[in-house]
């Protein structure tokens, strides 16, 4: 709101500037020349004498006396307009850096050229251009930022290229040779440029055979201060994130941050890791094109070995540091790392599963590390956890203790997994690969599953039985069949729990039928008894009962046992008599 009320009160002031040298001449005004909003009391025979053009509007319109001429879209405006009337009345103004683009187009579009007068306020300064504003770095660089609003008239009169060729050949020049402290002084000069411009300078400095380091600074520089909020500032505060996805200052940069990727130099280790990240952070939370995040990417798979834990939560966490974002780049990142290593271990001659590099074991450190410090969060699902820890080969890890570590604050933080998942969440790491500190948490942590404990326990028998040193590597035939017997030991114990559970139902399903019928047999034998008749054969049995002979156990047959249970294993000794 405050602009149009300044931009009002300009007008007025160089209105009124323009009455007082204007009435000076003691002679009636005759024309009224309209630019934009303000208009300007002047004499014909004063611009005539200057401006080729204003002669032929006022020669070859039909009307007898022109009175009014409008000449709303001069570069520049009323401000360039009131200069270039001062010009033509003899009045002095002072000619800057900041005008001299903007007063070369006005004198070009008015025609005020040395065809038409000598010393015109062309040649005035073009003289200004070559003399001051073009023999330094920062002049060069003003005049070519108030260009940005005088195309296409200061493209056609050369001044564009004029001041990125002077601009690129100095900057190249400061960043060998610099001319003050701090030595990197001319990239923030830089910053003060539309990016378009800025590209134009960075291919200039390209041709003149810029270092890729120089190139990286600059741009560092540049993206750093005008993507200030998403770049620098990592905590997020001074960053709008309720701005709209589709509003025009995300638009805006959005296409800022495509255009500065499109600038990287060929050389991949050319920039920072750490800026490299949080170029694709930003890339992420701005929904940049494809082609962008892919490009940035691979530049940071290409040298994933600098990376530090730090570079790589910068790259998964949002702003606020309260949410993941999809951790599809960081599993991309790290698999173009791997395949590029396994491209180099054929191209040697050897086999990918026996590489273990220094680089290699260094990412999985990393990488292992990573995984401990973004397992705590819950909306990380046991595919993706999983999915980054596989993508490095078992043979980068000596030990699998941060692995294991990482592994326990999974199953920590997501408490109510079962006894399938939390295997699952397990299976990323190898027992008999832990420290011997390492496999005596794993035997007392109730967190694991029963697997790995057996794992655990197991191995360190087999240690304490062989009497080796604690070196896996050493014991890799006995480990192989140490994990066979597992295996058959694991599955074992997995058969006995479920026959102790299916035991466990039975004996309560018998107890339940033993009760209902000892209270079945209970009510039916009271309710027989009161029914029971003495009868004539009852009788009898009793009376003949008393004459058994085996009733005193003179022959009791009791302690003779079934057929079934002799011991068929040794024969009777027989005896043979001769005859």
């Not at 002049?139 to 200061?154: D, R, T």
């Not at 100095?170 to 040779?177: G, P």
């Not at 600098?306 to 949410?323: A, N, Q």
């Not at 050493?474 to 994990?483: D, G, H, K, L, V």
Request: contains cysteine; proline residues 3%; aromatic residues 8%.
């Amino acid at each position: 709101m405050a602009t149009p009320l300044k931009n009002t009160n300009r007008l007025s002031l160089a209105m009124e500037r323009t009455g007082q040298w204007v009435f000076s001449q003691e002679i009636p005004t005759d024309v009224i020349v309209e630019v934009g909003e303000a208009n300007f009391n002047l004499h014909k025979f004063m611009l005539v004498a200057k401006s080729n053009y204003i002669r032929k509007l006022i020669l070859d319109t039909k009307e007898s006396d022109v009175s009014r001429i409008n000449l709303s879209d001069i570069p520049g405006g009323p401000e360039m307009f009131e200069k270039a009337a001062k010009f033509c009345y003899g009045v002095n103004f002072e000619i800057t850096v900041h005008n001299v683009a903007a007063l070369r187009c006005a004198a070009e579009y008015l025609q005020m050229t040395d065809k038409y007068c000598d010393n015109n306020l062309a040649s005035r300064t073009e003289d200004f251009l070559a003399q001051v504003a073009l023999t330094s770095l920062s002049g060069a660089l003003v005049v070519l930022k108030s260009c940005e609003n005088l195309f296409p008239l200061a493209h056609d009169l050369n001044i564009i290229q004029r001041c990125v060729d002077i601009a690129g050949a100095k900057a190249c020049v400061e960043a060998n040779f610099p001319s003050r402290s701090p030595p990197n002084w001319w990239t923030e000069e830089l910053t003060i440029l539309d990016v378009a411009f800025f590209e134009r300078i960075i291919v200039a400095m390209k041709a003149r055979g810029a270092k890729a380091l120089t190139i990286a600074s600059a741009i560092i520089t540049y993206t750093e201060r005008s993507l200030r909020d998403l770049v620098r500032d990592h905590s997020g505060n001074n960053t709008r994130l309720m701005e709209p996805e589709d509003s025009d200052m995300r638009m805006h940069q959005r296409e800022l941050l495509e255009s500065i990727v499109t600038l990287l130099p060929a050389e991949k280790a050319a920039f920072p890791i750490n800026f490299l990240c949080c170029l694709l952070r930003t890339a992420i939370f701005l929904r940049a094109a494809s082609s962008c995040k892919n490009e940035l990417e691979k530049r940071i798979s290409a040298t994933l070995e600098h990376v530090t834990v730090d570079d790589l939560l910068v790259l998964s966490f949002t702003y606020d540091g309260e949410r993941l974002f999809d951790l599809e780049s960081v599993r991309r990142i790290i698999s173009g790392f791997m395949e590029k290593e396994k491209s180099v271990a054929v191209f040697k001659g050897g086999d990918f599963g026996d590489v273990c590099t220094t680089a290699m074991q260094r990412v999985a450190k990393t990488v292992d590390a990573y995984l401990g410090e973004i397992a705590t969060f819950g909306d990380l699902s046991i595919s993706k956890f999983n999915g980054i820890a596989i993508l490095v080969p078992k043979g980068a890890r000596k030990a699998d203790d941060d692995l294991y570590r990482a592994v326990d604050i999974y199953l920590k933080a997501h408490p109510h997994l079962d006894e399938i998942e939390r295997e699952k969440v397990c299976s990323v790491m190898d027992p008999l690969k832990l420290s011997h500190e390492a496999r005596v948490h794993a035997s007392q942590n109730k967190r694991l599953p029963v697997q790995i404990v057996l794992h655990a326990l197991y191995f360190d028998q087999l240690k304490i039985r062989s009497g080796a040193a604690d070196d896996t590597n050493n014991n890799m035939p006995e480990a192989m069949a140490t994990r066979n017997q597992l295996q058959a030991d694991v599955s074992l114990v997995k058969e006995n729990e479920v026959l102790r559970t299916e035991l466990l139902k039975m004996k309560m399903y018998i107890a339940d039928i033993q009760k209902t019928t000892t209270s079945t047999q209970g009510t039916s034998a009271s309710h027989k008894g009161s029914l029971k008749k003495t009868t004539f054969f009852s009788s009898v049995s009793k009376t003949l009962g008393k004459f058994n002979p085996f009733k005193h156990g003179s022959k009791d047959t009791s302690n003779i046992v079934d057929d079934a249970a002799l011991d068929l294993t040794k024969p009777r000794r027989r005896r043979f008599s001769i005859s």
